[in-house]
Nanobody
Framework: QVQLVESGGGSVQAGGSLRLSCAAS????????MGWFRQAPGKEREFVAR????????GYADSVKGRFTISRDNDKNTVYLQMNSLKPEDTAVYYC?????????????????WGQGIQVTVSS
């Protein structure tokens, strides 16, 4: 199983940007589809973005489409989430996840390895 560690979170004002990184160890991420999810206080964990194992297919939640970009560097065993034009409603703990190819990529049960999560706070 792959181990995932997120970094790059923090606090930013509305309209600002952050880039999250997800570093993998234990196995190469090249065999996995990768996703980002987030969970705000009192809410369920929700899908944010995904990228296929090859990097040639991506998907986004409607709430982040056009503002967030997911990418991966399989040589560095790392996945990224570039977040621009951040809004207060983007405030959440963000999780990186790895799952089998061609799985249920928009749902938490489509992934079987998770990072510990990292806080992103956007102030108005």
């Amino acid at each position: 199983q792959v181990q995932l560690v997120e970094s790059g979170g923090g606090s930013v004002q509305a309209g600002g940007s952050l880039r999250l990184s997800c570093a993998a160890s234990g196995r190469t991420v090249a065999v996995y589809d990768m996703g980002w999810f987030r969970q705000a206080p009192g809410k369920e964990r929700e899908f944010v973005a995904r990228i296929s194992w090859s990097g040639d297919s991506t998907g986004y939640a409607d709430s982040v489409k056009g503002r967030f970009t997911i990418s991966r560097d399989n040589d560095k065993n790392t996945v990224y989430l570039q977040m621009n034009s951040l809004k207060p409603e983007d405030t959440a703990v963000y999780y990186c996840a790895a799952g089998p190819r061609y799985g249920r990529w928009g749902y938490t049960d489509g992934y079987n390895s998770w990072g510990q999560g990292i806080q992103v706070t956007v102030s108005s």
